[in-house]
């Protein structure tokens, strides 16, 4: 009995099908579907109650996961002492972050890495930010905007805005707008969200205005780029264009106008012991990245 396999079973019960730990650890759902069942065979019980539509706990396998997670957290914990007392924190991330803000991300994330050399990063986009934690077995993610399970341990990073954008070589083809109701004469570019609805309607902090897109696309990297290239204007938020105002690619058009504020999270699950590399990760992160805002 390897200790591997004991932590595959713990995952299979946490995200709740055999294709969720397989998709979770990178490994062949047949591979998840046999090792269980030597598992079963090794303890002589079963351990599941299989159906077509999901998995469910035997009372053997209620006990037998109860048990083990308070073993696996005291394993860690030890090999966490060791690496302590070596000062060479080791071990491995998974992170979900938003789609297209690798601008902001990537060098915090670097920057961690050099510190932490011996630590692994695995680093997933997502756009589902806490609903996608147990799906995809993050230790952490990115979440915009409210947050609906309590389950949750969530750590407040910073509040952002969107702002209307623009490059110069488009306002000087098509002239800078003077007050957001010309907005329905421009080549506008909006966000198509997941569900096939296209973000239309730019809600500011006292107003709002329906546009008329000319280009959409569900790739907030697209439309930046399309941006760039004077295709129109977008209403993005900042730190999905650092890099490109820095530069002079990219404007705020009536500045003056902004969004609402939404609050970005890291969250991660409720469980029993978070490891020291999540750790050093999290803190990392509420350090270096409201900086960048």
């Known amino acids: 009995m390897r200790l591997n396999d004991l932590k595959l079973f713990t995952t299979v019960v946490q995200l709740g099908s055999f294709t969720a730990a397989a998709n979770a650890l990178d490994l062949p759902r ?16 079963q351990l ?8 469910r706990l035997t009372q053997h396998g209620d006990i037998y996961y109860q048990e083990l997670l308070k073993v696996i957290e005291g394993i860690e914990k030890a090999n966490e002492a060791i690496s302590q007392l070596d000062d060479k924190p080791v071990g491995k991330v998974r992170i979900g972050i938003l789609p297209d803000s690798d601008e902001v991300i990537q060098p915090i994330l670097a920057g961690f890495q050099d510190t932490y050399p011996d630590i692994e990063l695995d680093v ?24 609906q399970d309590s389950s949750l341990i969530a750590r407040h990073v910073a509040k952002v ?3 209307l954008l623009a490059s ?18 421009h080549r506008c570019i909006c966000y198509r969200w997941s569900d096939g609805s296209i973000e239309n309607t730019w809600y500011f902090t006292d107003s ?4 008329k897109p ?14 760039i290239t004077g295709q129109g204007i977008s209403f993005l938020p900042l730190m999905l264009a650092i890099n490109a105002m820095d530069s002079g690619l990219l404007v705020r ?3 003056e106008y902004q969004s609402k504020s939404e609050d970005v999270w890291l969250v991660y699950p409720n469980r029993l012991g978070v490891s020291r590399a999540t750790r050093l990760l999290i803190e990392h992160i509420l350090d270096k990245l409201p900086k960048a805002f």
């Open 124 to 147: 997933r986009f997502s756009s589902k930010g806490h609903h996608e934690l147990y799906d995809q077995g993050f230790d952490l993610a990115f979440h915009i905007g409210a947050l």
């Open 30 to 45: 047949a591979n998840v579907s046999r090792r269980i069942g030597e598992l079963e065979k090794h303890l002589n019980a």
């Open 168 to 185: 110069p070589d488009y306002l000087a083809r098509y002239g800078e707008p003077s007050a957001i109701e010309e907005l329905t004469k």
């Open 161 to 163: 805005h969107r702002f």
């Open 48 to 55: 599941f109650f299989r159906t077509t539509r999901k998995l």
């Open 253 to 255: 058009v009536l500045p």
């Open 208 to 211: 709002q205005v329906s546009v």
């Open 214 to 227: 000319k280009l959409s696309s569900n790739s907030t990297g697209y439309i930046r780029q399309s941006m």
